[in-house]
């Protein structure tokens, strides 16, 4: 587990505002489980709730987090990566300020730098969020 924020900032490339992981719980070499605390002062909260787009870049950044993490392990810098797609996303409710994100990544496949993953989003065990994303490293 890296609880400290500023580690766990290092393994992604997004750099602040738009940092949407601030833990990583759990990692294998097929899955990943990320957590957010979702703060007043996020980019992506609005009447007190994290947006659409907050729940799909915490997804995309829990990926991230678990290419970086594989990455550090192997004492290389991380690559950059691109969204390649979103599929099947469905986001059944918005979040509130200081609930937790407890997100779990799952590697589906994973072939020349192209990776599709299913992703989960919960809280308090209540899922909130679901989807596909394949992602792209860059070359």
């Known amino acids: 587990m890296i609880a400290n924020k500023d580690a766990v900032k290092d393994l992604i490339p997004q750099k602040k505002p738009f940092v949407m992981v601030d833990k990583l719980m759990r990692y ?11 703060n007043k002062k996020n980019v992506f909260v609005y009447n007190d709730c994290f947006q659409e787009s907050g729940i799909i870049e915490h997804m995309a950044q829990s990926v991230a987090l678990h290419t970086g993490y594989l990455f550090f392990l ?9 969204l390649g797609s979103i599929k ?21 496949q994973e ?3 192209i990776t599709l993953v299913e992703i989960t989003v919960k809280i308090n065990n209540e899922i909130i969020a679901q ?7 860059a070359k």
């Open 28 to 38: 294998t070499e097929e899955s990943l489980q990320s957590q957010l605390t979702i």
């Open 74 to 82: 192997m004492n290389k810098p991380a690559p950059t990566g691109y």
């Open 88 to 108: 099947n996303i469905v986001i059944a409710r918005l979040p509130k300020i200081d609930e937790v994100l407890e997100t779990n990544v799952q590697i589906l």
């Open 111 to 113: 072939f020349m730098g």
């Open 131 to 137: 989807g596909q994303m394949k992602t792209v490293l």
